[in-house]
Nanobody, 124 residues
Framework: QVQLVESGGGLVQPGGSLRLSCAASGRTFSSYAMGWFRQAPGKEREFVAAITWSGGSTFYADSVKGRFTVSRGNAKNPVYLQMNSLKPDDTAVYYC?????????????????WGQGTQVTVSS
């Protein structure tokens, strides 16, 4: 069974940092593009960041550019999301996703596998 499992979420004060991980099992995602999305209560799922299969290209939502960094890991943890200078508006459930198309993608329907999400809450 193919699974993606996010971890690293939690409660953090504004200005703080968190690092999200995405653990993979059931298959190798080395040839897949990987992405991060988030969904806040009452809002649609939105794109956060993505990285190509090679790690050579990345793409960010304007709202996180300069604060978040997406990077590729190993076979067991194919993608990470480093989040710095967190704001209350970053509060959401964060999902990692994998796309057979190895290019950078920002549309949820272009992804083939999804994790269950990890909660990130930014509050004082």
């Amino acid at each position: 069974q193919v699974q993606l499992v996010e971890s690293g979420g939690g409660l953090v004060q504004p200005g703080g940092s968190l690092r999200l991980s995405c653990a993979a099992s059931g298959r190798t995602f080395s040839s897949y593009a990987m992405g991060w999305f988030r969904q806040a209560p009452g809002k649609e799922r939105e794109f956060v960041a993505a990285i190509t299969w090679s790690g050579g290209s990345t793409f960010y939502a304007d709202s996180v550019k300069g604060r978040f960094t997406v990077s590729r890991g190993n076979a067991k943890n194919p993608v990470y999301l480093q989040m710095n200078s967190l704001k209350p508006d970053d509060t959401a459930v964060y999902y990692c996703a994998a796309a057979r198309n190895g290019r950078v993608l920002s549309v949820p329907t272009q992804y083939d596998y999804w994790g269950q999400g990890t909660q990130v809450t930014v509050s004082s």
